[in-house]
Structure formats: structure tokens, C-alpha cells
């Protein structure tokens, strides 16, 4: 079956850095258009960055020029560098493929920036 296993969350000062990784395993994952997600307490996932398979991406206005999105299709791996962070990027921040019908999640990982 589809898994995807988000890593590299954890508590950062503001204006640090992080990677974070989302291994996927069961499907092939060049097809996909992969997306990272966020969400805080209180507040409804929204949309950080997304990448097609052909490498296009989108970011979310608030990331933008602090966040880049890459894929490796031979590794079955899509990344989030996150530069400059901020107390507001504090969330649970998921993993996620989609290729119409199918949209599957990672289980999460967290993300604390202290100001």
C-alpha cells in the first residue's frame, strides 16, 4: 500500500532552518504531483508548496522566497528547505500525493519555531 513518511520537523529559533523530507514507498511516485502541507492549532491545512511531476511548483504567498519545494524521483523523495523561519510557520506540516482519483497523506511532522 501508499506510505509516506514525513522526517526532519523540530523545534528551531526564528530565522533558522529545516529540511524536511517525505519518503514515499507503494506507488510510483513520478506521476504524483507532491505537495507539502501545514496546519496549525486552531486553524484549517493549507497548501505550503507543490511540485508537479514535471517540477513545476507553487508556493503559498506567505513562503514565498523562505521555502523551496524539490523532488527526487529516483529516490522516491520530496523535500522542503525552509529558510528564514518564523514563529507563524509553527504547524504540523504533511506530506501529500496526488494523481487523480487518488490523494494520499503522510501522518506528520512537527514544526515549533520559537521567537
Known amino acids: 500500500q501508499v506510505q509516506l513518511v514525513e522526517s526532519g520537523g523540530g523545534l528551531v529559533q526564528a530565522g533558522g532552518s529545516l529540511r524536511l523530507s517525505c519518503a514515499a514507498s507503494?506507488?510510483?511516485?513520478?506521476?504524483?504531483?507532491m505537495g507539502w502541507y501545514r496546519q496549525a492549532p486552531g486553524k484549517q491545512r493549507e497548501t505550503v508548496a507543490t511540485i508537479t511531476s514535471g517540477g513545476s511548483t507553487n508556493y503559498a504567498d506567505s513562503v514565498k522566497g523562505r521555502f523551496t519545494i524539490s523532488r527526487d524521483n529516483g529516490e522516491n523523495t520530496v523535500y522542503l528547505q525552509m529558510n528564514s523561519l518564523k514563529p507563524e510557520d509553527t504547524a504540523v506540516y504533511y506530506c501529500n500525493a496526488r494523481s487523480i482519483p487518488n490523494s494520499y497523506w503522510g501522518q506528520g511532522t512537527q514544526v515549533t519555531v520559537s521567537s
Open positions: 507503494g506507488m510510483i511516485f513520478s506521476i504524483y504531483v
